[in-house]
């Protein structure tokens, strides 16, 4: 089998495996907060229809899925169609580089947290092509908000980010031990899996980088609400005063795209916070767990 052939079915697993498990992680995501919020407001729907509420969120699917895909006469077809395209594009590339465990990455670069800044950025193209899209004064300064949102909350973010590839220089495997490789030692990793391996080490295993790095994780927790447009950030969709922000001229798959992006990158978010301040994918304190059961 050739190179080419090889490249082939190794992209197309690694999209097909990205897009199942983000669709499973967006409607898990999506159940979860209509759940608390059908407790918190007592409404029938997500608490009572089906096993635990689980038809709620079914139905909603099929009815996304099923409903009519209306477009006003005034809209930039070109621009109003692609936006969707744009904005979920990078939610599923940046799944490429997130490793599930150490030996199921689609593609472990070793420039992985550059990679994943450069994708977050262009989220916002896609935001601002649809509020310019849609030719509605609603959707404008919805995308206007949460463009001006985005961006300014990319800086402080890399900014918490660095702590972290400066404490790799010093907790890295090859900088500890009894015999540590020095030429290596003061270079910082922005590696995941070796962001990962710095914090899993047999004389510290419970050592995780939120310990060293507490406000670092503060801000990177409050520049992904900002980033995801969650509460108290969620301003570009304030309803009382903007309808749904830059989605007002959306409907059926194409507001599903957005808002299955939506809940991707709350995923990724979280998954980045996991492995760069709570241990990743194994923990600390696994390999002390194991080492207690082979004396």
């Given amino acids: 089998m050739s190179d080419v052939v090889q490249n082939i079915i190794h992209f197309a697993v690694t999209f097909l495996f990205s897009l199942i498990f983000l669709m499973g992680a967006a409607t ?32 909603d699917v099929g009815k996304l899925l099923l409903k009519e895909d209306v477009k006003a006469t005034s809209t930039d077809n070109a621009v109003f169609r692609i936006a969707p395209m ?5 939610v599923i590339t940046a799944f490429v580089v997130i490793p599930f465990s150490p030996y199921m990455t689609a593609s472990a670069l070793d420039t992985a947290l550059i990679y994943y800044v450069a994708l ?6 896609g935001v601002f092509m649809a509020g310019w899209g849609s030719n509605n004064k609603y959707a404008l300064i919805g995308g206007l908000r949460s463009a001006a949102q985005m961006i300014s909350y990319e800086l402080p973010l890399i900014l ?36 990962v391996a710095a914090q899993i080490r047999p004389e510290a295993p419970w050592l995780w980088f939120v310990l060293l ?12 609400l900002a980033e995801t447009n969650r ?20 409907s059926g798959l194409r507001w599903a795209m957005f ?8 995923t990724i978010v979280s998954a980045i916070a996991a492995y760069l301040f709570l ?8 390999a002390y767990l194991l080492a207690l059961g082979n004396p």
């Fill in 213 to 224: 790095q507490p406000l670092g994780l503060v801000v990177y927790f409050i520049c992904g």
């Fill in 160 to 195: 918490s980010l660095i702590g972290v590839i400066m404490l790799t220089s010093v907790f890295a495997p090859a900088c500890t031990g009894a015999q540590p490789d020095l030429a290596s030692c003061g270079v910082g990793s922005i590696s995941f899996s070796q962001i």
């Fill in 259 to 266: 808002f299955l992006g939506e809940y991707g990158n709350m």
């Fill in 231 to 250: 509460s108290p950030f969620d301003l570009p969709e304030a309803e009382s005063e903007l309808v749904a922000g830059y989605l007002t001229e959306y």
């Fill in 86 to 90: 744009v904005f979920f594009a990078p």
């Fill in 28 to 59: 898990v995501l999506v159940y979860l907060e209509r759940k608390v919020q059908a407790w918190m407001q007592d409404r029938y729907g997500p608490l009572h229809v089906g096993p635990h509420g689980t038809l709620q969120t079914i139905m």
């Fill in 120 to 125: 977050s950025s262009l989220d916002v193209i």
């Fill in 279 to 286: 241990g990743g994918f194994s923990g600390p304190g696994v």
